[in-house]
């Protein structure tokens, strides 16, 4: 029996369907593209370690010989945030001189640390790299009674574990001769090479503009 020939010719509904489908596919494209990528940065923004910086010698305390820690926090850093409320909590240590060096005005964040008894000093980002090397923070700093470099990175494994912040183990490993291994730090970036993740990561908001 012969083959009934197919007809190939499409029905109007089925370029209707098509088209249809087309559509959905280049808005679902395009709704990731505006929503999935911004995300992406942000989270590599956080998840992903600042450089360490090179270990530059520190200030000498006035009070004398003793040694040094400087907490560097970001303003407007959700990281720094978390650390500025532990930090609040307990205080500055006797052990050493100890004060927080705060990368641009965070009112709030200020006013916590001084009503706990930190010395809080508001700096610029060229500043604060020119000072300690840091590209961002939260950074921890300990130096020695003569300034030399005691230890340089992180306060813990991962930002958002307050119960897991080591800042005070590691300051008094450093000050009882231990050279602990610097943990990373993930935060927020102020220097330059982090300007356009900043500027993608923070659009739409208009409490802040880029450094």
Known sequence: MPKRATNSIP?????RTSFRGTIALAWFAGWFLAIGVPMTLLAAKHWSPLPQ????TGPRPVSGARWTAVH??????????RLAKHLARRGPSDAVVESVLLVEPDPAVESSLTGAGWTVRVTTPEEASRETGAEGGPFLFVF?????PGYAGGHGPRPGAPDAWRDADLIADVVAGRRPEAL??????VSTRFS????????GSPSKSPR
């Open 11 to 15: 029905t109007p509904g089925s370029e």
């Open 53 to 56: 910086p090179e270990h530059r």
């Open 72 to 81: 560097v926090l970001v303003s407007e850093c959700g990281c720094s945030r």
């Open 144 to 148: 020695g009674p003569d300034g030399s």
């Open 184 to 189: 990373p730090v993930y935060g927020c970036g």
């Open 196 to 203: 356009a993740t900043r500027r993608l990561t923070t659009l």
